[in-house]
């Protein structure tokens, strides 16, 4: 199934205070969020079009944690498609970057840290560009 579309994303966001539902990080501070569907969704076999992409089942996270989730589920390509996008995009918006530039390999470390202590050495592989 496809992600939320970005008018989803927008009412989960807006619903959401864009807040990260698990840790708290919040778009207002510079943090890169995702629209995000429970875990529960994800583990149905089976699951209605209209349902998956209810606003309801969605939630936002920041990047960390929806790796984390999906982690969780044992979900390793959703996994390596984040942390990709993390190593080249970083966690924050660019602006913040483009101020502390030595924030972007702080955010590579400890995306390196995340998915070792997450166990996904040899599943994840970063496409360092």
């Known amino acids: 199934m496809a992600p939320y579309t970005a008018i989803e994303a927008r009412e989960i966001g807006v619903r959401d205070k864009w807040?990260?539902?698990?840790?708290?990080a919040r778009f207002q501070d510079g943090y890169l969020l995702d629209a995000s569907h429970d875990d529960?969704?994800?583990?149905?076999?089976?699951?209605?079009?209209?349902?998956?992409?209810?606003?309801?089942?969605?939630?936002?996270?920041c990047l960390f944690c929806h790796?984390?989730?999906?982690?969780?589920?044992?979900?390793?390509?959703?996994?390596?498609?984040?942390?990709?996008?993390?190593?080249?995009n970083?966690?924050?918006?660019?602006?913040?970057?483009?101020k502390e530039p030595e924030l972007l390999e702080k955010h590579r470390l400890e995306l390196t840290q995340l998915l070792t202590n997450l166990g996904g050495e040899g599943k994840v592989h970063i496409v360092m560009k």
């Open 90 to 98: 970083g966690i924050a918006h660019r602006l913040i970057y483009e």
């Open 67 to 88: 790796i984390k989730q999906h982690a969780r589920m044992n979900d390793w390509k959703s996994v390596n498609k984040t942390a990709n996008r993390v190593w080249k």
């Open 40 to 61: 529960d969704v994800h583990q149905l076999q089976y699951i209605d079009p209209a349902t998956y992409h209810d606003i309801k089942n969605g939630k936002m996270r």
């Open 19 to 24: 807040k990260c539902q698990d840790c708290g």
